[in-house]
C-alpha cells in the first residue's frame, strides 16, 4: 500500500495543496531542481514530498549554517586557548622569534668569524694533517658550543622608539 501511494502521480496543485504552499511555489521549486517532474507539471507524490520536507526543513542550508556555527565555536576556542597560552607566557610574537633568531645567527657568525684568528698561530708550519684537522675541528666545535649556550633574550621595544 505504501508502495502505491509513493509511486502516485500528482499535479503541481494536489501536491500544493497537501504541502500547504502554492501550485506556483511546487513550479518555482521545479525550475530549481528541488523537484522532478515526470511529466508536465506532474510529479511522483513519494519523491517529490520527500524533497519538500527536506526543502522546509531547511535543506542544505540548515546543514551548512550548522557547520558555519560549528567552525566558528571551534575557531572562538582556538583564539581562546591562544590568549591563554600568551597570559601564562607560553607563546612569543613573530617578531620576538625574529629577534631572537637573528641574535642567534649573529652569535654563530662572529665566533665562527673569530675561528682563523684563534687557530692561526698554532697551525702556522704545520704538516700533520690530523693535527690540522683536529685544531679546527676543536675550535669550530668550541665556537658553535658557546653560541648554543648564549642566553637569547628578544630586544626591548623601548629601544625602536
Known amino acids: 500500500m505504501t508502495d502505491d501511494v509513493a509511486a502516485l502521480h500528482v499535479t503541481d496543485a494536489q501536491l ?12 518555482q ?3 530549481a531542481g528541488t523537484l522532478t517532474r515526470v511529466a508536465r507539471n506532474r510529479f511522483l507524490l513519494g519523491d517529490a514530498f520527500a524533497a519538500l520536507v527536506e526543502e522546509m526543513a531547511g535543506g542544505d542550508k540548515a546543514s551548512e549554517l550548522t557547520a ?5 565555536l571551534r575557531a572562538d576556542a582556538s583564539l581562546a586557548e591562544l590568549e591563554l597560552a600568551k597570559a601564562k607566557g607560553e607563546v612569543s610574537t613573530i617578531e620576538d622569534f ?3 633568531w637573528n641574535q642567534a645567527c649573529g652569535i654563530i657568525r662572529a665566533n665562527m668569524l673569530q675561528v682563523p684568528r684563534r687557530v692561526v698561530s698554532s697551525l702556522i708550519g704545520e704538516t700533520d694533517e690530523a693535527r690540522f684537522k683536529q685544531v679546527l675541528t676543536d675550535e669550530i666545535t668550541l665556537a ?6 648564549a642566553d637569547f633574550t628578544p630586544e626591548d ?5
Open 29 to 31: 521549486l521545479a525550475e
Open 157 to 161: 621595544d623601548e629601544t625602536d622608539e
Open 68 to 72: 558555519e556555527r560549528v567552525r566558528k
Open 98 to 100: 625574529e629577534a631572537v
Open 144 to 149: 658553535l658550543e658557546t653560541a648554543a649556550e
Open 16 to 27: 500544493a495543496a497537501l504541502a500547504g504552499v502554492t501550485p506556483r511555489r511546487i513550479r
